[in-house]
Each structure stands twice: as C-alpha cells, then as structure tokens.
Nanobody, 119 residues
Framework: QVQLVESGGGLVQAGDSLRLSCAAS????????MAWFRQAPLKEREFVAH????????SYADSAKGRFTISKDSAQNTVYLQMNTLKPEDTAVYYC????????????WGQGTQVTVSS
C-alpha cells in the first residue's frame, strides 16, 4: 500500500556531499518510522538513520553520526538523507524503508539508489 522511491544517488569524490530523497505515496498515514539503510556489494544490509514520521526524533548509526542528517518534509511525504564528507566506504546501494504503526519491523522498501564514492 505504501510505495517508496529513492533518488539522488550518483558518483562523487571523497569529501563531496549528496542528498538522497525518498518519496512516499499510498497509505502514508500508516507510517510510524522512516529509515535509511545501505548495502555494500559484499556486505549485509546495515542501518544508517531513522526518523519518526510524526515528530522529529532521529537516530544514527555510528558510521553516520556527524556526517549524515536525516530529515523530512511531511507536506510532500518525502524523507531526505544529507550525506556530507563522503568516504569510499560509504559506497553502497541506499534504501528507504518505512515501518507501519502495527508491526515492529520495516515492511515497506524502496528500490534503492546507488551511491559511489571514489578516492
């Protein structure tokens, strides 16, 4: 019922910045939490950041603290991930995810957007 579409990925150099966007549509009224995850080529999916859909509480993985900022535009049903001081180890496919109010896990996922950081 909820559809998520990521955009904003690309190829950048170390030290550059990118802003990822996640546009939500459908039954967005059921969303409790939005989050960003990423998966590098030979690694498992890892949590990056999340934000309450109602309210402003946020949390970050240690790898993202101080460099990444998650935010939202509720009027446009869009979540952002501002990524600064990018490092080659940030290279991954970045996924947007949503957690409905009635479950304890993320059940809605976007298709992913590739972020590649060169040295």
């Amino acid at each position: 019922q909820v559809q998520l579409v990521e955009s904003g990925g690309g190829l950048v150099q170390a030290g550059d910045s990118l802003r990822l966007s996640c546009a939500a549509s459908g039954g967005t009224g059921s969303i409790a939490t939005m989050a960003w995850f990423r998966q590098a080529p030979l690694k498992e999916r890892e949590f990056v950041a999340h934000i309450w859909w109602s309210g402003s509480y946020t949390s970050y993985a240690d790898s993202a603290k101080g460099r990444f900022t998650i935010s939202k535009d509720s009027a446009q049903n869009t979540v952002y991930l501002q990524m600064n001081t990018l490092k080659p180890e940030d290279t991954a496919v970045y996924y947007c995810a949503a957690k409905p109010t009635w479950v304890s896990n993320y059940v809605y996922w976007g298709q992913g957007t590739q972020v590649t950081v060169s040295s």
